[in-house]
């Protein structure tokens, strides 16, 4: 069997460790997954559920991803495992926004509830806290209210931090076309968001 480790330079003690358990789990090692299951669901929940809004759907979209990853170990030829495990997560939620019901669905539910508070953090003043959960509020829905595939874009740019030509390959589609949804989707965000622009100065 391939060394992943001897494939691929890194210093990062991460990627190290995360090379060190896939190769365990591909010589049938299932602690060794399960490992990278505990590492990496909460984050990729994150990802999933701005894509797909449902927060059920977006947590079975997680639980497919991490199947399809655990038969398909051979298919990785090493880099970074979170990066492998974030692109076959994009097209597990992309399968279920192609494969969605047309249905409304109530996304981030946490806000509709009157007892929710937002995490403790260093932020203390409750009027400023007020208008940071009124933000992703606005945020979120206006997200639920653009298409599937410029959400998917602005989301992997935006909030993950990819490039163009790394959501072109997660996504399947030319460089342009990841540019073009980009721009379009930020154009509908900005007029759907128009009416709220208050929330966003200062």
Known sequence: MEDLRSTTVSDDPVQRRD???????????????????VLYQD???ALVVRMVPDRDQASDCVQ????????????????????????????AAMDTQRARKRRPVQPYP??????????AGVESDPERIAVHAERSRAIATALTNITDDQRTAIVLYDIEG?????????TGVSLGTVK???HRGR?????????RMELFRG
Not at 19 to 37: Q, W
Not at 71 to 91: E, Q, Y
Not at 162 to 170: F, L
């Open 162 to 170: 990819y490039d163009y030509g790394e959501i072109a390959e997660m």
């Open 64 to 91: 497919e991803a991490f199947f399809s990853a655990y038969r398909n170990l051979g298919s990785f030829r090493g880099g970074s495992v979170k990066s492998w495990l974030n692109r076959i997560c994009v097209n």
């Open 43 to 45: 984050s990729l929940f």
């Open 180 to 182: 073009s949804r980009i």
């Open 187 to 195: 154009l509908a965000l900005r007029d759907i968001l128009s009416e």
């Open 19 to 37: 090379l060190i358990l896939i190769e365990r789990a591909r010589s049938g090692d299932l602690d060794a997954f399960n490992d990278l299951v």
């Open 110 to 119: 946490e806000y509709e509830d009157e007892s929710w508070q937002p995490p």
